[in-house]
């Protein structure tokens, strides 16, 4: 893969990141870990037993995993600590030997707190341990890049493919306007805006040459998108482009440039694969093209 293509992906992974809580999280360290280390074993909770306060470990080497993935994480690092420390304490009554301890934790690319790394690095020289540390967000989106292209896919998902986009897949784009009509997202509507040079647009935008790609070759399809909705009652386009507004609107509070672009057709997809995603682009292009979505640029008397 190129660059470009390896940027996106990497956008795809951060927002599965900011998405995931609890089990969610852990299943997706699970997956990466399962391709990166051929040992590993993950532990799933049984019964009453629950897993012995192991997430997951390397059986040759004694490696052990504990993963932690609360839905603030700025709120919760009295907590962290205190479970970092039981949680520890728990793992070797229960396995051996344990020669190397982590504790995963979803940061959401936020950072570690100073407490929960002195913590660790205290029962590391308690233990004597080989290796003990605290593995963020950052350090497992490091680990499933060193993978192989086809194991990043499995992880992250496919990414749409412009030289895909040569016509619209009617069923399809009836699946995919029917479920973004259903998306319960609520937002004030700014009102039409004027349309703007496409290029500038991007650039003002903070698109990428990949992103850039996309919409351009979406838009070669916009007269078949034109034609199926003129054939339906105006209600239909006006109430798509309501609800991709209002998803925009949503997405745009926390989130711009591609990693926005990314993040819309993932939520507008009812599927994650590239005919979905493609005909989610066409329609994208065309609200892109009337300023439905995106920013416009500032005229020269504004700036």
Same mark, same amino acid.
């Given at each position: ?24 999280? !852990? ?29 997951? *470990? ?8 504990? /993963? ?87 992880? /992250? ?13 009617? $069923? ?9 009509? !259903?998306?319960?997202?609520? $937002? !004030? ?22 992103? =850039? ?14 034609? *199926?909705?003129?054939?339906?009652? $105006? ?27 990314? =993040?819309? /057709? ?13 005909? /989610? ?23």
């Amino acid at each position: 893969m190129n660059s470009q293509e390896k940027t996106i992906l990497r956008i795809m992974f951060k927002n599965k990141i900011y998405k995931c809580d609890g089990q969610s999280f !852990e299943d997706l360290f699970t997956s990466v870990m399962n391709y990166a280390e051929k040992d590993f074993q993950s532990i799933k909770p049984w019964g009453n037993i629950g897993d012995r306060k192991n997430d997951g *470990y390397v059986k040759p080497t004694g490696t052990y995993y504990q /993963v932690f993935a609360p839905e603030e994480i700025e709120k919760s690092y009295p907590s962290t600590v205190k479970k970092l420390h039981t949680d520890f304490n728990g793992l070797i009554d229960q396995w051996s030997p344990v020669n190397s301890f982590y504790f995963v934790i979803n940061d959401k690319y936020k950072g570690v707190n100073a407490d929960a790394e002195q913590e660790i690095q205290q029962i590391k020289e308690d233990h004597n341990l080989e290796n003990a540390g605290i593995l963020t967000a950052k350090d497992i989106e490091n680990i499933l890049f060193e993978l192989e292209e086809d194991q990043i896919f499995s992880v /992250v998902g496919m990414l749409p493919d412009p030289s895909n986009i040569k016509n619209i897949d009617y $069923s399809i784009l009836n699946e995919v306007i029917a479920h973004i009509m !259903e998306l319960p997202i609520q $937002s !004030e509507l700014n009102g039409k805006m004027v349309l703007p040079d496409w290029d500038d647009k991007i650039q003002f935008n903070n698109l990428s040459d990949a992103v =850039a790609g996309y919409l351009n070759t979406a838009s070669f399809q916009l007269h078949n998108l034109e034609a *199926y909705l003129s054939d339906n009652s $105006s209600f239909v386009a006006d109430a798509l482009r309501d609800k991709i507004n209002e998803v925009y609107e949503q997405e745009k509070k926390n989130k711009n440039g591609d990693q926005l672009f990314i =993040a819309m /057709v993932e939520q507008l997809s009812p599927k994650q694969t590239q005919p979905y995603q493609n005909t /989610v682009i066409i329609i994208m292009a065309k609200y892109f093209e009337t300023c439905d979505i995106f920013e416009e640029p500032k005229k020269e008397e504004e700036r």
